[in-house]
C-alpha cells in the first residue's frame, strides 16, 4: 500500500481537526496508507506572512527534518503547501545545505484534491450527496498551485451532487491571516460579498479546500447566517455532506 | 498632493461606509476588469504578450543608467534639453523657475502622475502661476481637491449631478445637464480657451525611447496632445524607469498600456516628440524639456529585489483586479499612486515607515501578480517590504517593529521547532481560547486578536487535536 504522509496544518489541528480525520478516511479508502509525523507542528507561514524571515526559517528547517525522507507529503490546505513549495527555498536560499534540501522536499509535496486526482488518478471516491453545491477557488489553491479542475473534478463525481457556478468564485475572501485581524473592517466587507455571492447562487452547501477560507467564511456565516452550510471538500467527500457542524 | 499614506485604515473605513464609493465599487471595477480581460484576448497569444512586456522592462531596468545615457544624448541631439531632477524639490522649482522666466501666467497640463508625486501644481499656485488640468476625469479631481480615485478614470467615482453643480460654479455652465456629451462639451470649450493663448504645456511620458531620443503619449481625449502642440515651450516630466531601449520595444510596451488600461488595442490618440519644431516645421513648440525625475528611485535601484517596482508602466490593471481596492477605492492609499502599483511603489519612494499599512493591507491573494503585463510579483515584494520593516532596515526608513509583536515571534517559532514545547503551549492556549465558547463555538476576545471577531466566530481549540485524535484512535484503525 502506497504510504501517504500527512501534512496537517495547525489550523486543522486546533480549530478544525475533522478535516485531518475526513483526509485520513479518504485516503485509506482509495487504497493508500496514511502516517502522520508527531513532531509536525506549524509551517511557518503566519511569521512569513508578518516578516519574520529568520523565525519563519527556524521553523521551515524543523519541517524539513520531520518530513524529509517521506515519498509523498499531502495536505489539505494549499497556503501551507506553498510555504513549503516556494517559501521556503527562498527564505533558504543563503544556506546552501538547507537551500538543496528545501528544493529537494518541495516537488513531493502536494494539495490533497491534486494528488487524489493528479497522481492517484481518482475522481469518484464513493460519495454521494442530494443537492446543489458550490466551489470557492481560494487564492493559494487557484493562483498559488494552479489547482482548480482537481477539486471539481472530485465534486462533480459525486453521485446526486450538481456542482453550480458561483459568482467571482476566484476572488478573495478576505482571510489572508493576520490580514483579517488587522483590517478587520476591509475583511469583513470582502467576506460578506464572498457569503453574498454564496447565498444569491442557489446552492445548499459551499465547499472549498482551504482551512483559512474554511474559518473565515464560516465564522462569518456561523455568526450571521447561521443555517448556512459549509465544508472543506475532504469532509464533503468522507462525509457524504452530513458534516457541516462549523464548532468543535 | 498632500501625503496621507498613514491614515490608510481610517481614510479605508470612511470609504467603506460611503454609499457612493459602495455603489460604485460594485459596479465599475468588474466592468474594466472585464473589458481589460476582453482586450487582452484579442491578442494572438495574451500570456506570450505579457511575457515580452516582463522582459522589455527586465531588460530596460537591467541597462537603465546606460539606457538613460542613451536618451539623454539622442534627445539632445534632436534639440530637447534634458533636466535631471533629484527629487520632487528639483524638479518643481525648475519649472517653476522655467515658467517665471518665460512670464507664464497659466499652464495646461496633460495627465501626469509623477507630477501628482511631486505636487506641483500646488507649487506653481502658491507662486500665483494657474495650472489647467486637461484631462477631463484630472480636470474634475482637480477641481473638487481630491486625489485620483482610479490612475486612469481619477473622478470616474464622482456622480454626474456633482459635475454639472462643479460646472456651474468653476466654468461657467449656462444651462444645467446630466447629459454626459454636453458636460464634456462644456469643459471642452471652457479648455479650448486656454489651449488658445497657452504660453507652457506640462505633460507626463508614457515610454521615453532609448535609441532614437523620443517620448510618447497616450489618451483618448486629444489634450496631450494640445498641451504639446499649442505652446511655445513644452515640459515632459518623467520618472526615470520609464525608458524601453528601443522604439520596437516601446510598441510593444503601448500595445500592453492601452489594452490593460481600458482594453483599446491601441488609444485614440498616440503622440511622439523627437524634438522641438524645426525651422520648416509649421507648428510643435519651440523649446522642449525634459524634466527626469529621481525622487528616490535611484536608491530603490540598489536593492535587485525591490527595483522590480519600477518595472510599473502605470496601466491600473492592477487597482480593479485587487479585492481590496474593490473595496476601499483610490483615496484610502493617501497618494498618488492606489491599488497593488501605489503598495509596491509608495513604500520604496516614501519609505517603510510611512506606508506600513500599504504593504500590510494585502491577503496576498495573488490577482495582481496574475494579470501584471509586466511581471511584477506584487505579494513577493509585499512580503519583502514587511521582512525588511521587521529588520528595522535604514536604507528603506524603517523604525523596526513593536517589542510585543517580535517576542511574540521568538516564542512562536522556538515553540514551532520544539514540538514538545508546541503541545505544551496548546495545552495552555486552550482554556484561554475557549473561556467564553459556547455550543463548540468562540464568539469574542479581547486583546491582539479582537479584529477577528468583529464580524466572525471561530471554532472553538479541539478538545482533542488531530494530534490527539491520530494518536488515541485514528493511527491503530489503518
Not at chain 2, 531588460?59 to 536618451?71: K, N, S, V
Request: aromatic fraction near 8%.
Amino acid at each position: 500500500m502506497k504510504e501517504v504522509s500527512l501534512f496537517i496544518p495547525c489550523t486543522v489541528d486546533l480549530f478544525a481537526p475533522r478535516i485531518g480525520e475526513a483526509v485520513v478516511n479518504l485516503l485509506r479508502r482509495v487504497g493508500a496508507n496514511p502516517i502522520y509525523h508527531e513532531e509536525q507542528t506549524c509551517c511557518g507561514q503566519p511569521a512569513m506572512n508578518a516578516g519574520y524571515r529568520e523565525e519563519a526559517k527556524k521553523v521551515a528547517k524543523h519541517f524539513i527534518t520531520v518530513f524529509e525522507k517521506d515519498p509523498v507529503i499531502v495536505s489539505p490546505a494549499g497556503s501551507c503547501v506553498c510555504m513549503v513549495k516556494d517559501h521556503y527555498p527562498e527564505i533558504l536560499e543563503d544556506e546552501p545545505d538547507w537551500f538543496r534540501r528545501a528544493k529537494d522536499l518541495a516537488p513531493r509535496v502536494y494539495e490533497f484534491s491534486q494528488y487524489l486526482v493528479d497522481v492517484l488518478k481518482v475522481e469518484d471516491v464513493g460519495a454521494s450527496f442530494e443537492g446543489k453545491v458550490t466551489y470557492h477557488e481560494s487564492c493559494h489553491i487557484l493562483r498559488g498551485l494552479g489547482v482548480s479542475e482537481q477539486p471539481k473534478k472530485l465534486i462533480r463525481a459525486v453521485k446526486g451532487a450538481q456542482l453550480i457556478p458561483l459568482d467571482n468564485a476566484d476572488s478573495c475572501c478576505g482571510f489572508g491571516g493576520e490580514f483579517a485581524n488587522d483590517f478587520p473592517d476591509i475583511s469583513e466587507s470582502m467576506v460578506k460579498d464572498k457569503v453574498e455571492s454564496f447565498l444569491t447562487s442557489g446552492a445548499d452547501l459551499l465547499v472549498l479546500n482551504e482551512p483559512g477560507c474554511f474559518l473565515n467564511i464560516g465564522g462569518y456565516l456561523n455568526r450571521n447566517h447561521p443555517g448556512k452550510r459549509i465544508m472543506h471538500l475532504a469532509s464533503f467527500l468522507a462525509t457524504n455532506g452530513r458534516e457541516a457542524e462549523y464548532g468543535n | 498632493m498632500e501625503i496621507k499614506t498613514e491614515q490608510f485604515t481610517e481614510l479605508a473605513r470612511k470609504e467603506l461606509k460611503n454609499e457612493r464609493t459602495r455603489f460604485f465599487l460594485k459596479v465599475i471595477p468588474a466592468v474594466m476588469k472585464a473589458r481589460r480581460d476582453a482586450g487582452m484576448a484579442n491578442l494572438p497569444d495574451p500570456s506570450a504578450a505579457m511575457a515580452c512586456g516582463a522582459a522589455i522592462r527586465a531588460e530596460a531596468l537591467a541597462r537603465l543608467p546606460e539606457l538613460l545615457e542613451e536618451f539623454e544624448k539622442n534627445a539632445t541631439a534632436n534639440g530637447m534639453k534634458v533636466f535631471w531632477a533629484r527629487d520632487d524639490k528639483e524638479a518643481n522649482e525648475f519649472i517653476k523657475k522655467l515658467a517665471k522666466e518665460k512670464g507664464v501666467r497659466y499652464v495646461t497640463k496633460g495627465k501626469s502622475m509623477v507630477t501628482e508625486e511631486t505636487a506641483l501644481n500646488e507649487l506653481l499656485e502658491e507662486h500665483g502661476i494657474e495650472v489647467w488640468e486637461t484631462d477631463l476625469g484630472e480636470f474634475i479631481a482637480q477641481q473638487l481637491h481630491r486625489p485620483p480615485f482610479h490612475i486612469v478614470g481619477p473622478a470616474i467615482n464622482v456622480p454626474v449631478e456633482e459635475v454639472r453643480d462643479l460646472f456651474i460654479q468653476k466654468i461657467g455652465l449656462k444651462e444645467p445637464t446630466l447629459d454626459p456629451i454636453q458636460l464634456g462639451y462644456a469643459a471642452r470649450l471652457f479648455l479650448r480657451d486656454k489651449f488658445h493663448h497657452v504660453q507652457m504645456g506640462v505633460t507626463g511620458v508614457n515610454v521615453a525611447v532609448a535609441e532614437t531620443g523620443t517620448i510618447i503619449n497616450v489618451e483618448n481625449e486629444g489634450n496631450i496632445r494640445f498641451t504639446k502642440a499649442s505652446p511655445p515651450v513644452q515640459v515632459s516630466v518623467m520618472s526615470l524607469e520609464k525608458v524601453v531601449a528601443s522604439m520596437e520595444d516601446a510598441l510593444h510596451m503601448i500595445r500592453l498600456v492601452c489594452r490593460n488600461c481600458t482594453g483599446q488595442r491601441i488609444s485614440v490618440y498616440v503622440s511622439m516628440d523627437s524634438g522641438p519644431k524645426k525651422k520648416d516645421e509649421i507648428d510643435g513648440p519651440e523649446e522642449l524639456y525634459i524634466v527626469i525625475v529621481d525622487n528616490g528611485r535611484s536608491k530603490i535601484y540598489q536593492d535587485a529585489k525591490a527595483r522590480d517596482a519600477l518595472r510599473c508602466i502605470r496601466c491600473g490593471a492592477c487597482l480593479v483586479s485587487c479585492p481590496v481596492w474593490r473595496q476601499v477605492g483610490g483615496y484610502a492609499y493617501g497618494w498618488a499612486y492606489s491599488g497593488p502599483m501605489g503598495q509596491v511603489l509608495n513604500p520604496m519612494i516614501l519609505g517603510l515607515e510611512r506606508t506600513q499599512e500599504l504593504y500590510r493591507a494585502s491577503t496576498l491573494c495573488g490577482s495582481c501578480k496574475s494579470i501584471c503585463p509586466v511581471g511584477i510579483d506584487h505579494p513577493s515584494l509585499f512580503l519583502y517590504y514587511r521582512a525588511k520593516d521587521v529588520l528595522g532596515d535604514p536604507n528603506f526608513k524603517s523604525v523596526n517593529r513593536p517589542w510585543m509583536e517580535r517576542k511574540f515571534f521568538k516564542m512562536f517559532s522556538w515553540a514551532a521547532a520544539t514540538p514538545w514545547a508546541w503541545n505544551m503551549g496548546v495545552r495552555m492556549a486552550r482554556p484561554i481560547m475557549n473561556k467564553d465558547a459556547q455550543n463548540g463555538v468562540v464568539s469574542k476576545a479581547k486583546g491582539p486578536f479582537q479584529g477577528w471577531f468583529r464580524s466572525r466566530n471561530i471554532p472553538a481549540m479541539a478538545g482533542d487535536t488531530f494530534h490527539d485524535r491520530w494518536k488515541n484512535n485514528l493511527k491503530d484503525k489503518g
